[in-house]
């Protein structure tokens, strides 16, 4: 009945500029997509960035092929991951420190990037509240929660002995 309604990918640099755009390239390499660039809300002096300067790509994937890509992360961290990592609308996320993990050959142009995956998880009838004509609430007992979500999380990999940790 749940499922994943999306997985968006992003790396955030803290800098525009060549390096910008190869992590742009490693997840286009990864998903097949465009990436998107992400700007700056505010200047920060004591990071050097200014405000609406590009400083971080990511990429939303749908689908089947979100599933392969969040595969390949959970294998990184052995299919373990926190309770803290579930937030209380039942979405999840996690984050791997180098990419080359994901089973992409190490470019020494490229560099190795971090990246965050981040789950939205979802239920059948959520448009109701998301479409424009006769818009309307999504009934309590049809919201996901964060112990449901868990509970999908270990069924749905449970072949890789998926766990989530309580601390």
Do not use: C
């Not at 465009?34 to 002096?45: D, F, G, I, K």
């Not at 294998?75 to 209380?88: G, Q």
């Not at 992409?104 to 004509?133: E, S, T």
């Not at 964060?146 to 449970?158: G, M, Q, R, V």
């Amino acid at each position: 009945e749940m499922r994943i309604e999306k997985l968006v990918l992003n790396i955030s640099v803290g800098e525009s500029g060549d390096r910008l755009t190869r992590a742009g390239k490693v997840l286009q390499q990864l998903t097949d997509q465009e990436p998107l660039y992400s700007r700056a809300r505010y200047t920060v002096r004591t990071f050097g960035i200014r405000r609406n300067e590009k400083i971080a790509t990511h990429v939303t994937v749908r689908g089947d092929k979100a599933k392969e890509i969040i595969s390949k992360g959970l294998a990184v961290k052995e299919f373990e991951l926190k309770k803290r990592n579930f937030s209380a609308n039942g979405n999840w996320g996690f984050g791997i420190s180098e990419h080359i993990d994901l089973g992409i050959k190490y470019d020494p142009n490229a560099g190795i990037y971090g990246m965050d995956f981040y789950v939205v998880m979802k239920r059948a009838g959520d448009r109701v509240a998301k479409r424009k004509l006769r818009k309307g609430k999504v009934g309590q007992r049809q919201r996901i929660t964060k112990d449901e979500s868990i509970s999908w999380f270990e069924k749905t990999w449970n072949e890789d002995f998926a766990k989530v940790l309580d601390h």
